[in-house]
């Protein structure tokens, strides 16, 4: 089984940042990708931005030029800088990792989801 622990979420003003962090941790042989997807309330969750194992990144129209992944796949972490953040940015934002676990089979897992309150 794989673990997703999600940090660094809370309540901005608009144009502020936040960085929201997320380690993975279990029976991984390998990390695919990790991402972020986010959920405002009565809306559907949302794809925000993603990170492959080589590195390569995408994005929401939305988000682009504001927010950066990263990923570091040695501490099997992700990490999503938001800047210039905007009301409509609010929003639980939810990890997510593809995995090839340790018994070789390919998972898909989430974390708990951290709110990002951006306040106008």
């Known amino acids: 089984h794989v673990q997703l622990l999600e940090s660094g979420g809370g309540l901005v003003q608009a144009g502020g940042s936040l960085r929201l962090s997320c380690a993975a941790s279990?029976?991984?042989?390998?990390?695919?990708?990790m991402g972020w997807f986010r959920q405002a309330p009565g809306k559907q969750r949302e794809l925000v931005a993603t990170?492959?194992?080589?590195?390569?990144?995408n994005y929401a129209d939305s988000v682009k030029g504001r927010f950066t992944i990263s990923g570091d796949s040695g501490k099997k972490t992700t990490y999503l800088q938001m800047n210039s953040l905007k009301p409509e940015d609010t929003a639980v934002y939810y990890c997510?990792?593809?995995?090839?676990?340790?018994?070789?089979?390919?998972?898909?897992?989430w974390g708990q989801g951290t709110q990002v309150t951006v306040s106008s």
């Open positions: 990170v492959t194992r080589s590195g390569s990144t």
């Open positions: 279990g029976s991984i042989f390998r990390i695919k990708t």
């Open positions: 997510n990792t593809e995995v090839t676990e340790t018994n070789t089979r390919d998972g898909t897992y």
